[in-house]
């Protein structure tokens, strides 16, 4: 008898331990499953945050091309090439600020700064053009000034642009 109740015993104890093992493993087995999905979800935002750069970056550089290319027709007197530059300009600073708009949910602060800074000067640059076409539609000798000032404004927001892609190489080595 002493020997049957030892079997049970044993038994008893041997189906613990399984069941104890099996818990163990269950409960590992959760926590890599669970540390898994936080890491495939930091990659994925990781990844958001990336491709909300490169594209807000295009749009800055488009807007660069932009005004590049305006810049010899405001040494001009020619109202049309102005005005068709000021058309695209604008079109690339609708570029801007739809993109502006993903990087300031997924940037840190930091970033979102500079982001607003640039925006700022895209929109000084723009302002120049205008000024410019309502000068040189009246005739007045202030389009020279204008001229230089929207080169100095231009040569900003080029500035501008590499402080940003600078706080975007920081925050990206940080994540």
Known sequence: MDQGWAAVAGAGVGVL????????????????????LAGTHAQWRRQLRRDAYVAFLNAAH???????????????????????????????????????????????NQVAEAVTDLLARAKQVIADVDIWLELA??????????????????????????????????DLRHL
């Open 62 to 108: 488009r807007f660069q091309a932009e005004a590049r290319s305006v810049s010899p027709s405001l040494g001009g007197s020619q109202l049309e090439p102005v005005q068709h530059g000021a058309e695209n300009l604008r079109s690339a600073e609708t570029a801007l600020l739809e993109r502006a708009q993903v990087v300031d949910l997924e940037a840190p």
């Open 137 to 170: 539609g009246r005739g007045d000798s202030a389009v020279g000034a204008y001229h230089r000032r929207y080169a100095e404004d231009r040569e900003i927001f080029s500035q501008s642009v590499d402080t940003l892609r600078d706080k975007i190489r920081q």
């Open 17 to 36: 331990g399984a069941v104890i093992s099996g818990l163990v493993s269950a409960t590992a087995l959760r926590r890599q499953s669970r540390d898994q």
